[in-house]
Every structure is written in C-alpha cells, then in structure tokens.
C-alpha cells in the first residue's frame, strides 16, 4: 500500500531565508506525487506536481520540488520566504492503478517571521 | 472554466439534525471526492465518486453518504449529526488519468451545536 509521511509539522523560517519542507513516500509502482498548499479556511491549491516526465519539478510562486527516487523523497524547497507563505502544505501520493486513491500527509504549517 | 463550487459555504445545526453538502465539478470532471478536515484529525477521505458510481470509501461511519448525478454534480448527507461532525468538508474534482491533479472547491464550515 502507498502511504506518505511529512517529517515536519511545523517549520518555522524567517523572511527571505530558504524554505525546505520534507515528505517521504513508499510506492510499489511509480508515483504521481503532488505539493498542495491551503491558506488559513480556504481550499487546498496545487503548487506542483510529479509525472515522470522531469524529477525536477518548478511549481507556482517560486516554490520545486525534486523527485528522489533512491531517497524516496519528495521535498518542497523555496530559495526564499515571503510573507505570504504561510500557510499549511500537504503532500500527496496516488496510488497508479487499482482504486487510484489520494494519500494525504498530516500537513506541515509553515510559518514565516518578519 | 469555472473552478469547483461548493454550497453552502457555512452552515449552522443542531446535534441529530441531517445536512446536506452539494458540490459542483469543473466542468468535464467525472470523478468527485469529498474530504473532512479538522484541526484534531487532519484532512480525512470520505469518499469519491466516478460516473456516477462510489468508486472508493474512507472508514467514516454510515452515517456519511454520498451521490452523484448524470452531470457530475455530487451531495453529501449526514445524518443524527454530532459535535464531533463540525468540520471543514472539502470536495475536488479530476478530469481523469492517472497524471492529474484534485482541484478543491473553497469548503463547506459545518458547525453542529
């Protein structure tokens, strides 16, 4: 069974400094894997997302994410904080095949100081 | 396109009432899946919907049903509500294939008094 583990739940940074949030998943098969960000009582936005194409992957707002296939890690990193990112950001794995269920991280908020 | 929509967006009741949660999909989207998010629990799977069709289920009790229409639209029901049911309910919808992303609705605040 799939499954994803966030090594944070929370990462505190301050503005202007590098963003590094951690997640790790175990996949049978390859993985679409996601980044998901929700600001405080709103819906979850995609940021990125993983398909095989590149392990490099550039999301929206300045934010990547490497795929690591030997790690089996897929960390989210911002070379710099604003203000603005505060905000919780989950990690996701789908399963490929069979009920092609979403696996949701716990979530990390991330919180960013002036 | 329109992004997915959800109604109502905050909703009041009493333990043991019944409620109902409707949730429109971008248009072209099959698949609806609805989640409950709370601080305690986190972000929890409910179920999701293909064509009509509960295609998988969360462990939440009978308590929580669904369905989905001919034109992709899906409701969700609880019934004898409990404190414990006051949450954030989250759909999303996706087009299909197995590359593609969610794409969440803003949320329904339920509160059970």
């Not at chain 1, 998943?25 to 998901?36: A, G, H, I, K, R």
């Not at chain 2, 009509?52 to 969360?58: A, F, I, M, S």
Request: charged share 15%; proline share 4%; glycine share 8%.
């Amino acid at each position: 069974a799939q499954s994803v583990t966030q090594l944070d739940s929370h990462v505190s940074v301050s503005e202007g400094t590098p963003v590094l949030l951690r997640c790790n998943y175990s996949s049978s098969y390859s993985p679409s894997l996601f980044w998901y960000v929700q600001h405080p009582n709103k819906g979850l936005q995609l940021l990125l997302k993983y398909t095989s194409a590149a392990t490099l992957v550039k999301g929206i707002n300045g934010f990547e994410a490497e795929f690591k296939k030997s790690e089996t890690s897929f960390h989210l990193t911002k070379p710099s904080a604003h203000m603005s990112d505060a905000a919780e950001y989950f990690c996701v794995v789908r399963e490929p095949s069979g009920t092609y269920k979403y696996i949701f991280g716990t979530g990390t908020r991330l919180k960013v100081l002036a | 396109k329109a992004g997915v929509t959800q109604t109502p967006r905050y909703l009041i009741k009493t333990r043991g009432q019944q409620v109902t949660l409707s949730c429109s999909p971008i248009s072209g989207h099959r698949s609806v899946s609805w989640y409950q998010q709370t601080p305690g629990q986190g972000l929890q799977f409910l179920f999701e919907y293909f064509s009509e069709t509960q295609r998988n289920k969360g462990n939440f009790p009978g308590r929580f049903s669904g369905r989905q229409f001919s034109n992709s639209r899906s409701e969700m029901n609880v019934s004898t509500l409990e404190l414990g049911d006051s949450a954030l309910y989250l759909c999303a919808s996706q087009s299909g294939g197995v590359y593609n992303e969610q794409f969440f609705g803003p949320g329904t605040r339920l509160t059970v008094l």
